[in-house]
T-cell receptor, first 115, second 115 residues
Framework: EPEVTQTPSHQVTQMGQEVILRCVPI?????FYWYRQILGQKVEFLVS????????KSEIFDDQFSVERPDGSNFTLKIRSTKLEDSAMYFC?????????????FGPGTRLLVL | AQKVTQAQTEISVVEKEDVTLDCVYE???????LFWYKQPPSGELVFLIR??????QNEISGRYSWNFQKSTSSFNFTITASQVVDSAVYFC????????????FGGGTRLMVKP
C-alpha cells in the first residue's frame, strides 16, 4: 500500500541553523501538507500546498518557514533559523483531492530537536 | 472558527474491556468532515475513519465503531474487547468545508490497555 515517507526520522540541530525536512507524498496525490506536534501537545496545521503554491498557512508558518516541491516527488519544509521552540515532531501529509473524498494520509514524522 | 475537544486526556482499561473515546466539535460550516487518527508509541499518525457531516450513519469496523451525533456535535469512538495493541493516543480531527484544507485536531486521548 502506498505511503508517505519522511526523512530524516530524527534531526538534532543548533539554534540558528537551517534545517530541511523532506517528504515524499503518495504518488498520485495532489495536495500536500505540513503539521507539527510539540511534545505532548495536539497536532497543529502549518501549511498546505497545491499546484506548486501555498494554498493556506497558519499563524505558526511565519517568514522563517518555507515549502518547496523541487521535483516531481519531493516536498520539503525549510526552517531558516531554528529556535528552541521549533523542537517538535513534524508530519507531512498528502491527499488526492479535497472535499467530500478527501483523506489526509500522514507520514511517520521527523522529530526535530533544537539545542 | 473550528474547535475539537477531547475531554478525556488519559484512559486506562484492562484488556477485553470496552472503551469509548469522546469527541465534541464546533464549527460554523454546515458541511464538514470528521476524522479519527491513531498515534501508537512509534509516533506515526494512522488514519482510522472519515465521516462526512451529511452522512449520519454509524459505522462498525471489526472491534471499532463510531457514533456520530450531529444534534450533540459529537463523534465518539468505541473499541470493544480492547487489546494491548490498542494502546495509543487517539486524535479526533475536523475540517470545515469553508475552512480551507486544514485539519483541526483535538488534544488527543491516551489509551492504555493493560493485560
Amino acid at each position: 500500500e502506498p505511503e508517505v515517507t519522511q526523512t530524516p526520522s530524527h534531526q538534532v540541530t543548533q539554534m540558528g541553523q537551517e534545517v530541511i525536512l523532506r517528504c515524499v507524498p503518495i504518488s498520485n496525490h495532489l495536495y500536500f501538507y505540513w503539521y507539527r506536534q510539540i511534545l505532548g501537545q495536539k497536532v497543529e496545521f502549518l501549511v498546505s500546498f497545491y499546484n506548486n503554491e501555498i494554498s493556506e498557512k497558519s499563524e505558526i508558518f511565519d517568514d522563517q518557514f518555507s515549502v518547496e516541491r523541487p521535483d516531481g516527488s519531493n516536498f520539503t519544509l525549510k526552517i531558516r533559523s531554528t529556535k528552541l521552540e521549533d523542537s517538535a515532531m513534524y508530519f507531512c501529509a498528502s491527499s488526492v483531492t479535497t472535499g467530500v473524498m478527501e483523506t489526509q494520509y500522514f507520514g511517520p514524522g521527523t522529530r526535530l530537536l533544537v539545542l | 472558527a473550528q474547535k475539537v475537544t477531547q475531554a478525556q486526556t488519559e484512559i486506562s482499561v484492562v484488556e477485553k474491556e470496552d472503551v469509548t473515546l469522546d469527541c465534541v466539535y464546533e464549527t460554523r460550516d454546515t458541511t464538514y468532515y470528521l476524522f479519527w487518527y491513531k498515534q501508537p508509541p512509534s509516533g506515526e499518525l494512522v488514519f482510522l475513519i472519515r465521516r462526512n457531516s451529511f452522512d449520519e450513519q454509524n459505522e462498525i469496523s471489526g472491534r471499532y465503531s463510531w457514533n456520530f451525533q450531529k444534534s450533540t456535535s459529537s463523534f465518539n469512538f468505541t473499541i470493544t474487547a480492547s487489546q494491548v495493541v490498542d494502546s495509543a493516543v487517539y486524535f479526533c480531527a475536523l475540517r470545515g468545508n469553508n475552512a480551507g484544507n486544514m485539519l483541526t485536531f483535538g488534544g488527543g486521548t491516551r489509551l492504555m490497555v493493560k493485560p
